[in-house]
């Protein structure tokens, strides 16, 4: 029995067929079904039925998966143990927002992948909120104001930002000078969420309405641009729009507070090295020079 084996098995199980574990593998399907095929025939038992939606696991399967997932769990904490201080190996799947990870994420993960080489790191680009349990994630790097969940989230950076509109919006609808105000006008957001503002020592919660929503911050901008609201937007999609004035603040005497950048992982007891190194190359990068503004959670 061969730990590869047990580990296709598990991302099979996880993911609910073939097709999806060899995506989260970077294998060929055909390489996955050799594999599952010698770990049933060294068994002597059939652990997943297939049907054409995928793959289901068997009474024996279902019993297995879990004693197959603790010892790969505990072979990746022992190489861990014995490798060279520093040095990491196997695979390390995130997932990070589309909006500005690319810009703002993406540099932290190509350093750590030039100074472990024998680490492969997958990165998923997306503004979807991602299940990192069921899509088998190690973790996530998300931004925003985090909802309580079972998930355990350290924060390694601060973000910050504002309400930007265009000056067509603003002429024709005017500006809001208080956060009550904005009722009354087109709010451009990813969906329901409320938005957040400081008054002195105090936070005002505001749920404002609007017409046009995207799970995507870069076409909030577009948005607004277009004069179709206002949008609270990162920093980092807006500086060049305010600077040439296709964009002006809005409301700036209630600036939003500030939220934060997480590293989110599945709850377990200890975080994987990879993990913590990760989260560590953020904290370098971000903690002492924040770049984004808050958005929702991704």
Known sequence: MDIEELRTFVEV?????????????????SIVSRRLARLEEDLGVQLLARTTRGAA????????RDYAARVCAEIDAAKETILPTGDLRGRLRVAAPLS??????????????????????????TDRFVDLIAEGYDCAIRV?????????ARRVGPI????????????AHG??????????????MQGTEAWLFVDGDKTITVRPQGRFKADNGTALVAAAIAGLGIAWVPDGLTGDHLASGALVP??????????????????GQHPARKVRILTELLVECFDKAPQVSPHAPV
Do not use: C, W
């Open 57 to 64: 696991l068997t009474e024996a399967g279902a019993t297995f």
């Open 100 to 125: 500005f990870g690319p810009t703002h994420f993406a540099s932290v993960l190509a350093d750590m992948a030039r100074r472990h080489p024998q680490l492969h790191i997958h990165t998923s680009y």
């Open 160 to 171: 910050y930002g504002k309400l930007v509109a265009s000056p067509d919006y603003i002429e």
């Open 250 to 267: 809005v409301m700036t005497r209630y600036p939003p507070p500030p939220a934060g950048i997480y590293v989110i992982r599945p709850p």
């Open 13 to 29: 199980a996880d993911a609910g067929g073939v097709s999806p574990a060899a995506r989260r593998l970077g294998l060929a399907k």
């Open 175 to 188: 500006a809001p000078e208080t956060p009550e105000e904005l009722i009354e006008h087109q709010a451009l």
């Open 144 to 152: 925003g104001y985090l909802a309580d969940s079972n998930l355990i």
